[in-house]
């Protein structure tokens, strides 16, 4: 199994960027899909989470700016981020999870950093 994630970088305050991370070797479509970040100093936590059926849910500091969509005819998540801030600079991480007892497959991560 394989995630690899990308599109993160520097970005200005009230800027946006896209992160996507592909996934190979397991059955994408029957996989919920998730973005964490992890910002130095601080615990791994969960930005956005779409399920195999399209359900959406988001962290509260990110509602109404990112949004998580999913291709599966290209077995990729995305997560567009619009009017970014800096407390949004953080690495990046996507992670694939068939159920609940499922084991978690993570992608390397990708940084993302918002500065002027």
């Known amino acids: 199994v394989q995630l690899q994630a990308s599109g993160g970088g520097l970005v200005q305050p009230g800027g946006s960027l896209r992160l996507s991370c592909e996934v190979s070797?397991?059955?994408?479509?029957?996989?919920?899909m998730y973005w964490y970040r992890q910002a130095p100093g601080k615990q791994r936590e969960m930005v956005a989470t779409i399920t195999s059926g399209g359900n959406t849910n988001y962290a509260d500091s990110v509602k109404g700016r990112f949004t998580i969509s999913r291709d599966n005819a290209i077995n990729t998540v995305y997560l567009q981020m619009n009017t970014l801030k800096p407390e949004d600079t953080a690495v990046y991480y996507c992670?694939?999870?068939?159920?609940?007892?499922?084991?978690?497959?993570w992608g390397q991560g990708t940084q993302v950093t918002v500065s002027s």
């Open positions: 992670k694939a999870k068939r159920h609940r007892f499922s084991p978690d497959y």
């Open positions: 070797g397991l059955v994408f479509s029957a996989n919920a």
